[in-house]
């Protein structure tokens, strides 16, 4: 995803990882935004190793792993009682609950119920690009059902790969009802996360998998919870907490800042047979700087627009065709208005946000002028400038649902935006764009009061650095820099 998303590790939509926990904040370069179904998983590692201090089946916590060898123990220990199997967390004094439920039903009647919208997920992946880790193709009978919880109607479940490649999972509602389904790498980190300090394999950041072997037990501290939940625990270190309740997939989203969110998994602990701990992780909390507030009076400088005198229709260092410039949206600005009101209201229901400018600017109103929109029928990418000239707006729609993706973002204190990933501001002394995406080819870019974009973007995207040239009204190359841009841009 991006800076802070970096910070925070790994984020992407649903269309990009799995899901099991989810938020709907995101940050992107200084603004948030609101998509329907976007996913972002914050988790930073600290490990922790344990050794077994005998008698009633009870343990002791060690050092951090970073301290080095296991050190004098710190008498935080779990009693296990023999008889009902009830585990008792001795640093709270609380009794863990019980794991989730078995599911009654057979593994070949849980293939069955999953298999159709697994296919339908994978298949929708390798059409947008995304999940290109994914190499193991749908669930089949040769995959292994590891753990599978619920009832009959109700269903969580994990498939191993053939090749211990990919777990997947899948949650249904009902014999027919899928909810959620996703892929986790079992050996790679998110794409969006590598530059953080949490290299844990994406089944591991994405809590379905302990990173050890011969563990029977593992408990999980969920937020707002006093007491620690029992897993139901597979082969090889996976397990789940069963079907996810709407509270508990949302019990940290709320109505907090973006830099408050918190996961809803607090700590995995995992133990062996002999109750020794194997695996200790607890989330950290990142502390991010906070920059100065851009004061309200500082306004968006534009260059003024530049009429090409040679107008550009190859490419001028290969001569070949440029892709067609996206068309202008037959939308009118009064019906991309109506239409952008329901992302922007989720974006006011989300709660403050970080730039208290995108927020004081107000909900979307008629005084919100439409300064570039690019598509065709009812889809749309477009950008609406503020009153106070001081934030702009970007929003997408598509499909007669209205499915959505949606930014806000304060003008930084030079008064220019520069390129961000899904529209740019056009450089100075430029009149005509070229963007180089990588799989259509250069793309003549729409240019709009000052505002340019490369087509559709937002949705399902895929980020990549691309090359964008700038050409003054002659012809002549002026500006030629890579930036990171949605290049799935239609």
């Not at 777990?167 to 969006?192: D, I, L, N, W």
Request: charged letters at 25%; one cysteine or more; hydrophobic letters at 35%.
């Amino acid at each position: 995803m991006t800076d802070l998303e970096d910070l925070l590790a790994a984020a992407a939509d649903d269309t990009d990882r799995p899901t099991r926990y989810t938020v709907d904040d995101i940050v992107r370069r200084g603004r948030r935004s609101v998509r329907r179904s976007r996913i972002a998983i914050v988790s930073t590692a600290a490990f922790t190793t344990v050794a077994v201090i005998g008698g009633l089946t009870a343990w002791s916590n060690t050092l951090n792993q970073s301290d080095g060898p296991a050190g004098t123990p710190k008498n935080e220990t779990i009693t296990v009682d023999a008889k009902t199997g009830r585990v008792v967390d001795n640093e709270s004094g609380k009794t863990a609950q019980a794991p989730p439920p078995v599911s009654p039903l057979s593994d070949a009647e849980v293939l069955k119920r999953c298999k159709d919208s697994d296919v339908q997920y994978v298949t929708s992946m390798q059409r947008l690009g995304a999940n290109t880790f994914d190499k193991a193709g749908p669930i089949d009978a040769r995959w292994t059902v590891l753990v599978k919880s619920g009832d009959q109607q109700r269903l969580q479940a994990l498939f191993l790969a053939p090749d211990k490649s990919i777990v997947s999972t899948c949650t249904m509602e009902g014999p027919e009802r899928g909810k959620t389904h996703g892929r986790y790498s079992t050996t790679q980190v998110f794409s969006a996360g590598k530059a953080s300090k949490d290299q844990r394999p994406q089944a591991v950041q994405g809590n379905v998998r302990v990173p050890v072997d011969g563990a029977t037990q593992v408990l999980v501290n969920l937020a707002g919870e006093a007491a620690p939940r029992l897993a139901l625990v597979g082969p090889e270190g996976f397990f789940t907490l069963g079907y996810p309740t709407w509270d508990e997939a949302y019990k940290t989203a709320g109505k907090t800042a973006p830099e408050e969110w918190q996961p809803s998994v607090q700590r995995v602990r995992a133990y062996d047979a002999a109750g020794q701990r194997l695996y200790d992780w607890k989330y950290q909390k990142i502390e991010i700087s906070k920059p100065t507030p851009v004061p309200a009076s500082v306004k968006i400088t534009l260059q003024p627009a530049i009429t090409p005198e040679v107008e550009l229709t190859e490419d001028p260092e290969t001569g070949k065709p440029l892709v067609a410039t996206p068309p202008v949206s037959p939308e009118s600005d009064d019906r991309i208005r109506t239409r952008c009101r329901k992302p922007d209201d989720a974006y006011f229901t989300a709660g403050p946000a970080g730039d208290r400018r995108t927020t004081d600017a107000g909900k979307i109103s008629p005084d919100w002028q439409v300064v570039l929109k690019t598509g065709t029928g009812i889809d749309f990418t477009a950008l609406l400038v503020s009153p106070g000239d001081n934030v702009v707006m970007w929003c997408h729609m598509y499909n007669k649902a209205d499915n959505y993706d949606y930014g806000r973002s304060g003008v930084p204190a030079t008064g220019k935006f520069g390129i961000q990933l899904e529209w740019g501001q056009v450089p100075d002394g430029v009149a005509q764009i070229i963007v180089d995406l990588p799989k259509i080819g250069p793309v003549k870019a729409l240019i709009s009061n000052g505002y340019f974009i490369w087509g559709l973007t937002g949705g399902n995207s895929d980020i990549k650095n691309v090359r964008i040239r700038g050409y003054d009204a002659q012809g002549e190359k002026v500006y030629d820099a890579k930036h990171d841009v949605d290049a799935d841009a239609r």
